[in-house]
């Protein structure tokens, strides 16, 4: 057996520890599936929902940290001599700190922890000046805009497939194509 | 200080201008407002431009937090050239558009197009002035999404229909690149560009070789290119683009074909040349190759379907595909000159295009058709619009002394330079197919006896006639002066090679 | 008037006058007036600027860089001298003769046909004038474009047929052979400059470009160059004659086809060179192909009873005589065709102008239908038994010299079976030209008798001129011959 192939191979820990990413894939296959088999409109959209959905999921996986706690920083974690500083600059400097953090995880570390580069993350945070392990907070970021454009996409396909079925009396796309045809 | 700020206030006055047309909502002064903004837009890029070429890139930091933590607008060569010509089109598109919009779209929805047209155009600028590649997908949505509402507005029952295929693969593309977003988010840990390249150029420094074995790498390649070929219209992913454009509203059409899918080829450019770099992509991949072998198979299989369509407008689609299909040759060949033909095509194609669906505004306008039937012998009795068409059609073949000659001319010495004869020769062939098609239109337009609706027709009102022939006029001094256009794309392109050099 | 300023006058008086036409338009004695000023000028400055090329100068004029690496630049040497002569000399009669034939004929949109007429007079001195292939070849498109409504005037099915044929074949093989063969030159060259000796010699000596590169590359110019109607792509020219006969006169006697020959003898003189040709012998190929459309033509114009028809037919066989002259590749034959350009554009000029007189006078098309003609219309048919001796190459007609330097070219060059070629076609020249006077002076008229008389003055003038002309040339052969010499020696 060659190499490469021995690579590819993976113990069922290592598939057990990935099962968030089976997840992703199948939700993502489901979706796109839907999408491209389903000629009903409302089922479409469906299938749209629930691909992008999986694409929520991918990334919310990987802004978690194993053990990591929501980032928000508690004064009693902050290891300061000064505390005449007022709160605003607390939370300035907390996610200074933060970012630091991601800055120093560098690349080279992330690609060595090859496809799960959580860990790596983890590894760091271990080591850093802090104790508590803090979750990425930047992919849910990404994700709460991302879902305000799913939806605001939904929400313009359902009107649009209103429109199509005062038109048309129907949202199968099999029958409107007839239709069109006839006309 | 003022000064400072005009990179956000390129995409804030829009973005704000959008919910104020819906809240004024009276007709007549949304338009004015918009037209307003958009003319304003233009003078934001020509200032941007004119400082890009003296003083070099513009950075601007949002909300004053510096890279990579906080998002940047980056206006370099490449954004300034392509936010440059978006804006002016949208600018002399609206001007063109109060006649057509009055005639195709009801009263009481029209503030809604305006408002729709800003943030298309916020969604436009956007994506080429971000540095964060986040910010890119957000913005690509807000145009997209825009593009299907406008679409929609069109006059048939077919046009809501058409813009609900393109939402669907729209949204697949979109979502496609949202994937390889995140995965290189993974890779990296950064959304920024400039820094995503240089944490990608680490890695390899590293791992050399081997790091084109990265398998995250290349699906979030696989996911990004699929992705943005669908937004492109690339061959065989086009098939949304035709109902597209020939159910959307005139106006919308121009717009939205002389910039949607260019904007598209320039995140594709950018993703291509300054994340992923050529050396990923074309020397370890094989992108360049497949990329041409589609692109070719595109030109033929797009040209040979125009030639026979009976709409002139899904005539012009198809003619668009074929089109990007130039684009993408050039952008494939990986070498300075190749590089620097596809992006003045970009420019020279947006004017080419945008200035022919004007034309064909304008006679819808008059003959309440685009069939070709109808258009009959129009070249009587609308002379000055039919023979925009003549101006336009030949830039579109390629005649010497028009801005498609310049593509083309400079394509063919990419390839030839590069010693891709085998591109050179069928690209020179296809152009040919781009004369038939073309011609069939100019022949029916002169040589045939009118139509009833010809025969009744009067030549189109003056403003539109001037908006026409300053697209159409443009696309011809753009193909005797080049120095702007191709000069500053030889700068963009040498710039995206020398990154990686 | 320095030399630079002349060039910029040979080319900006044709797009004045088109301006004026444009503006003129309401009023056609003042528009026609203007066009016959400004052509006027325009002879008196490309004499001058003769004077000055023939006696060894050669002025310049740079535009400048219109694509990044290709400049729009003009050099006056004397093969383009010589032909920016013969155009803007024929277009003062042509615009004569064409204000008679139209206005005879009441043909409709004059302001358009003189307009682009200025367009493609100034193509082809923009052509005549380059100074590298890369402006060449935009004057050449310039001029297959401006001509598109001049072949299809009338605006009829026929002329959109004709049209589409005449756009279809001229840009089809410039674009898929003739640019495709410029670009590869410059990417062996690095340049597109006319040079004297030829630019892909020194490529070739360097190993660039092999033997067989450079006859693909010939094969690409030779049919690339559509207007110069090499068989099979000739097709274009009598599908152009749905043209009123003024345009057919000047444009497929004088400006466009000839602007076809003229680029395939400078591309064989200056961008591959004579010595390049003959000593590789690449060129021997299309020197058969020559031959061949100069037989098949001939064989073919006499099979058509239509006079216009004929003419054209004969006109791709004589340009195929300058194709032979430059594929034969010695100095001899060179200046025969660059000669043959002036000679045949006057002599077959006049034929045109017969044959519109003809159809203005008569309203006669088929040569079958013009017995006796020649009784009413003595001049027209004088004029055209006179034009017929240049183009068959029959002293007094200017034709013998350079059809006889073409013969030494095939003698030299040891290629007899063209020599032969050669005599053929003359005869064959003398069976379908010489009918049409005979019949009609010798032949009493068919139908009964009518009262036919000449053509409009405006029209018989300049045929008569063009006619004395071609005797004229006779006599001047031996200038125009040390006229052209430096064009092979130079370098």
Known sequence: MSNDLLQLAMTAEQFKGLYNYWIVIFLMMTGFFIVISRKNMIKTVIGLNIFQTSVFLLYITMGKVNNGTAPILRPEDAHHDDHSHDHADEADHASQIFLDQIADHTPAQNVSAGSEPAIALEALAETGTNDVIYSNPLPSVLMLTAIVVGIATTALALALIVRIREDYGTIEEDEILILDRES | MIEHHLPILLIAIPLMAAPCCVLIHSRRLTQLLALLVCWLCFGISVWLMTKVMHEGAVTYNLGGWEAPYGIVYVVDYLSAFVMLFVSALAAIVLTYSPTSVQAEIPESKQYLFYATYLLCLTGLLGICITGDLFNVFVFLEISSLSTYALISLGRTRRAPLAAFQYLIMGTIGATFILIGIGLLYQMTGTLNMADMAEQLEAVRAVDGETWAGSRTMLVAFAFMTVGLSIKMAVFPLHSWLPNAYTYAPSVVTCFIAATATKVSVYVFIRVVYEIFTPTFAFNILPLDSALMAFSLIGIFVASLAAIYQTNIKRLLAYSSIAQIGYMLLGISMANTAGLTAGIVHMFNHALIKGGLFMVVGCLILRLGSAKLEDLRGAGKTMPWTSFAWVLGGLGLIGVPLTAGFVSKWLLLTAAIDSQHWWVATLMLLSSLLALVYVWRVVETLYFAEPSERAAAAKEAPPLMLVTTYLVVGASIVFGIWTEFSAGVAFETAQHLLGVTQ | ?491
């Open chain 3, 1 to 491: 008037m320095t030399p630079e300023m002349m060039i910029q006058l040979g080319m900006g008086l044709p797009l004045l006058a088109m301006a004026l036409v444009g503006l003129m338009g309401s009023r056609p004695n003042i528009r026609e007036a203007c066009t016959l000023v400004t052509s006027s000028i325009l002879f008196y400055v490309t004499c001058n600027l003769a004077t000055l090329v023939f006696s060894g100068q050669r002025p310049e004029w740079n535009l400048g860089e219109m694509i990044p690496g290709f400049e729009i630049a003009f050099r006056v040497e004397p093969l383009g001298m010589l032909f920016a002569l013969v155009a803007s000399g024929l277009w003062i009669l042509t615009t004569i003769y064409a204000i008679g034939y139209m206005r005879g004929h009441h043909e409709k949109h004059q302001t358009r046909f003189f307009a682009c007429f200025a367009i493609a007079i100034f193509a082809a001195m923009a052509a005549a004038f380059s100074a590298n292939l890369f402006t060449l070849f935009v004057a050449y498109e310039a001029m297959t474009i401006s001509t598109y409504p001049l072949v299809t005037h009338h605006g009829d099915l026929k002329a959109r047929n004709g049209g589409r044929v005449y756009l279809g074949i001229l840009l089809s093989t410039s674009v898929a052979f003739f640019m495709l063969a410029i670009a590869w030159t410059w990417s062996v060259c690095g340049t597109l400059d006319f040079r004297e000796g030829g630019i892909l010699g020194l490529a070739h000596a360097e190993g660039k470009i092999s033997d067989t590169q450079l006859g693909v590359l010939l094969g690409l110019f030779a049919f690339g160059i559509g207007k110069a109607a090499l068989m099979p792509f000739h097709r274009w020219l009598p599908a152009a004659m749905v043209a009123p006969t003024p345009v057919s006169a000047l444009l497929h006697a004088v400006a466009v086809v000839k602007v076809g020959v003229f680029t395939v003898l400078k591309v064989s003189v200056y961008i591959f060179g004579i010595d390049l040709m003959s000593q590789t012998g690449i060129s021997d190929w299309l020197c058969y192909v020559a031959g061949a459309t100069i037989l098949l033509a001939s064989l073919v114009a006499m099979t058509k009873d239509n006079l216009k028809a004929r003419l054209a037919y004969s006109t791709v066989s004589q340009l195929a005589y300058i194709t032979l002259g430059a594929a034969l590749a010695t100095d001899v034959s060179v200046i025969g065709g660059g000669m043959h350009i002036a000679m045949h554009a006057v002599g077959k000029i006049t034929l045109f102008f017969c044959a519109g007189a003809i159809y203005v006078a008569a309203h006669k098309t088929d040569i079958s239908d013009m017995r006796g003609l020649g009784r009413a219309m003595p001049l027209t048919f004088g004029a055209f038994f006179i034009a017929s001796l240049s183009i068959i190459g029959v002293p007094p007609g200017g034709g013998a010299w350079s059809k006889w330097l073409l013969a030494l070219g095939t003698v030299e060059s040891g290629k007899l079976a063209l020599m032969a070629a050669l005599m053929i076609s003359s005869l064959l020249n003398i069976a379908y030209l010489m009918p049409i006077p005979i019949r009609g002076f010798m032949t009493p008229p068919g139908e009964k008798p009518k009262s036919f008389k000449e053509a409009p003055m405006m029209c018989v003038v300049p045929l008569c001129i063009t006619a004395i002309g071609s005797v004229a040339l006779f006599f001047v052969a031996e200038q125009i011959y040390e006229w052209l010499l430096p064009i092979t020696w130079e370098g």
